[in-house]
C-alpha cells in the first residue's frame, strides 16, 4: 500500500489553513515528528493531538515569580549565536542551553518527618536536564521553572569537566570510541559505537532514605564504570573530550 511521508513544508502548509491554530504564530509552534502517514490521513483531528510548546509569557504587571515547595526559577543562559572562529551559527543549528543562573527557590520539600530546604541558592550557576522544566518569559528574559531534582549540578567555571553533581547524579568521562574493529579496519564516525564506559570525575553526596538521610553512593572519582547506554546528559569539555552525568542507579558496574 502506497503510503507518503510527512515533511516540515507540508506541516507548515496545513497549519496555516487549520482554524484551531488562528492566533498563533508559526514560529511558536513546534511539532513533534508523525513518523509515516498514508495519503489523507493528515486531517484537522490530527492537529488536536499537538503539542503547542511555547514559553508561558508572565504579564509586566507581575513583578517577581516565586516557586512552590521544591522547585527553582532559572534565568536560562543565552544560546552561543557564533562559533568559537567567529561564524554566525543559523537558529537550527544553536543548540539548547541546559545551564542558567538560580533567580529564585521554594520553601524545600518534606521527606517522611524531615523538611529539607533547597541546596541551591539563588545566585548559583547550574547545569540542569535537557528537557527539564517549564519554559516562561519574565521580565523580558526566558527562564525555567523546574523541580530541584531536574537540576544535575552547580557550575562555577565555565568548563563542564569542574561539574559538582548534586544528590544521585555521577559525572563521567567517557572513554574514547574504539577508532578500529579487531581485524584493525578504520572506523568511519558514523560507525564507531557510542561508548558506555568511562571514568567517575565527581559524584553527589548521595540519595535520599524515606525519612531525608543522606545515603552515600556506591562509587567513587577514578572508578571506571559500566553505564546504560541511553541514560543521562551529554556534554562537550572545552578541550574536546565527552563527559555524561546520569543518576548512579543508571552506573551497572564497576571495571577493574
Known amino acids: 500500500m502506497a503510503t507518503s511521508q510527512l515533511t516540515a513544508s507540508s506541516v507548515t502548509a496545513a497549519a496555516r489553513n487549520l482554524a ?31 503539542v503547542v510548546k511555547a514559553a ?17 526559577l532559572v534565568k536560562i543562559k543565552e544560546t552561543e549565536e557564533k562559533t568559537e572562529g567567529g561564524i554566525l551559527l543559523p537558529t537550527t543549528a544553536q543548540s539548547k542551553p541546559q545551564g542558567g543562573e538560580v533567580v529564585a527557590v521554594g520553601e524545600g520539600k518534606t521527606i517522611g518527618n ?3 530546604e533547597s541546596s541551591v541558592k539563588a545566585g548559583a550557576q547550574v547545569i540542569y536536564s535537557k528537557y527539564a522544566g517549564t519554559e516562561v518569559e519574565f521580565n523580558g528574559a526566558n527562564h525555567l521553572l523546574l523541580k530541584e531534582d531536574d537540576i544535575v549540578g552547580l557550575l562555577e567555571t565555565d568548563d563542564i ?16 570510541a574504539e577508532e578500529k574493529t579487531a581485524g584493525g579496519l578504520l572506523l568511519t564516525e558514523a560507525s564507531k559505537e557510542k561508548p558506555s564506559i568511562g571514568t567517575v570525575i565527581a559524584v553527589g553526596p548521595g540519595t535520599l532514605d524515606e525519612e531525608g538521610n543522606l545515603k552515600p553512593l556506591s562509587v567513587s572519582p ?35
Open 20 to 50: 484551531s491554530l488562528q492566533g498563533l504564530r508559526l514560529s511558536t509552534v513546534k511539532f513533534s515528528s508523525f513518523g509515516t502517514l498514508k495519503p489523507g490521513a493528515l486531517t484537522s483531528r490530527s492537529f488536536k493531538r499537538l
Open 161 to 176: 569537566k569542574d561539574l559538582k553533581p548534586l544528590y544521585d547524579r555521577v559525572f563521567i568521562k567517557v572513554s574514547e
Open 56 to 72: 508561558t509569557v508572565v504579564a509586566p504587571k507581575y513583578t517577581s515569580v516565586k516557586p512552590l515547595g521544591d522547585r527553582v
Open 222 to 256: 577514578g572508578n571506571t564504570v559500566l553505564y546504560s547506554k541511553y541514560a543521562g546528559n551529554d556534554f562537550k569539555g572545552n578541550d574536546g573530550s565527552n563527559y555524561i552525568a546520569l543518576r548512579a542507579s543508571d552506573v551497572m558496574a564497576v571495571l577493574s
Open 114 to 116: 524531615t523538611k529539607l
